[in-house]
């Protein structure tokens, strides 16, 4: 059961949340919440905090309106700085939950409340240009009289999908359409070619254990990043993301051999790339930029409407028509 805290603001409470009352809320067809950020969504949130909680306190806090919940703050607290859930290595960019329109009743009751708690400071980011912490708490905090800072930190790129292949390549510069054109061919002409996705639960756990070799084995530095932690957290949010309808893990394969892999994830409306591997034995065949190839293709080919490519300024991002968004870092202390 959720802790209530006494009324804040305009009949609203506090309540402190757990993962599972998020999955709730999250499931609800009837939630005025809308998850824009993949990165807090519940099961994300669980994985990660198993993976790397170290027994700490989570701080998720819920606003609410007598029933109904205009809000969730994803938040851990440590020595008096309320952070996000989550962390840079891991999680592309975070943002707070929040009904449409009620960002404002939101922030101030969700301010006070960390007010009276004695956190007087709040570091958020990274967060894109268009988020709720960008929209909502910086104009709150203006009228509060909270200082806050801002700066750039990163970039993130995405891309706007037409509705056929053939269109997406028009989209492109010339030379880039006919590369992709060729490389597909060269692709096909060496091996027999397949793209096999994997969603069922069931089948997640064998085939992480490929993704992971490839991952490890694509470059030294991808082999140092994935630790026994991060890989114990990869197969968990795999697993966990594949329960929720929302994993996409796809093996380009040559000849039945996996060449490459890539972890997407998705929702109605977009695919985000999460990370990819592939076998350095077929490199000369581009196997690591066809399979991001293909999947922009298969989002296609399912209607989506956007390709997320996620944080990091790899040049093949605007080789494949990505449009850059800036990622921010918001600094909040509280009077």
């Given at each position: ?100 329109g009620r960002e404002p009743e939101f922030f101030r009751v969700l301010i006070e409340e960390l007010r009276q708690q004695g956190i007087r400071h709040m ?78 639960p069931r089948e997640v756990g064998r085939s992480m254990d490929t993704f992971l070799g490839l991952f490890r084995a694509n470059r030294p530095d991808k ?17 966990d993301m594949a329960e929720a309808g929302v994993l996409k893990l796809s093996f380009l394969e040559l000849d039945a051999k996996p060449a490459a892999a ?74």
């Amino acid at each position: 059961m959720n802790r209530c805290v006494p009324i804040a603001d305009n009949g609203c409470r506090v309540t402190q949340e757990s993962v599972e009352s998020l999955s709730s809320c999250w499931l609800d067809t009837g939630s005025s919440l809308e998850w824009h950020c993949l990165f807090v969504l519940p099961p994300w949130l669980g994985a990660w905090w198993n993976a790397f909680g170290d027994g700490r306190s989570q701080c998720l806090m819920g606003v609410r309106q007598g029933d109904e919940l205009i809000g969730i703050a994803p938040l851990r607290v440590l020595e008096g700085e309320a952070r996000f859930i989550g962390d840079q290595d891991v999680c592309d960019y975070l943002d707070f939950i929040v009904a449409p329109g009620r960002e404002p009743e939101f922030f101030r009751v969700l301010i006070e409340e960390l007010r009276q708690q004695g956190i007087r400071h709040m570091d958020l980011g990274p967060v894109r240009a268009d988020s709720t912490v960008m929209r909502g708490l910086v104009p709150v905090a203006e009228r509060l009289e909270c200082e806050f800072t801002l700066d750039r930190e990163d970039v993130s790129y995405e891309l706007a999908l037409p509705e056929t292949w053939e269109e997406y390549l028009g989209l492109l510069k010339g030379t880039e359409r006919h590369e992709i054109r060729r490389k597909i061919r060269r692709l096909e002409e060496a091996a027999r070619v397949a793209f096999r996705g994997v969603d069922d639960p069931r089948e997640v756990g064998r085939s992480m254990d490929t993704f992971l070799g490839l991952f490890r084995a694509n470059r030294p530095d991808k082999a140092v990043f994935m630790t026994s932690r991060r890989a114990l957290f990869f197969r968990a949010l795999a697993e966990d993301m594949a329960e929720a309808g929302v994993l996409k893990l796809s093996f380009l394969e040559l000849d039945a051999k996996p060449a490459a892999a890539v972890m997407c994830f998705h929702d109605s409306s977009t695919v985000y790339l999460y990370n990819n591997g592939y076998d350095n034995r077929f490199r000369s065949l581009s196997v690591g930029f066809l399979s991001k190839v293909l999947s922009i293709r298969e989002a296609i080919r399912e209607g989506k409407k956007r390709f997320d490519f996620l944080k990091g300024p790899e040049a093949y991002k605007r080789r494949l028509g990505g449009k850059p968004v800036s990622l921010y870092r918001c600094g909040l202390r509280i009077s």
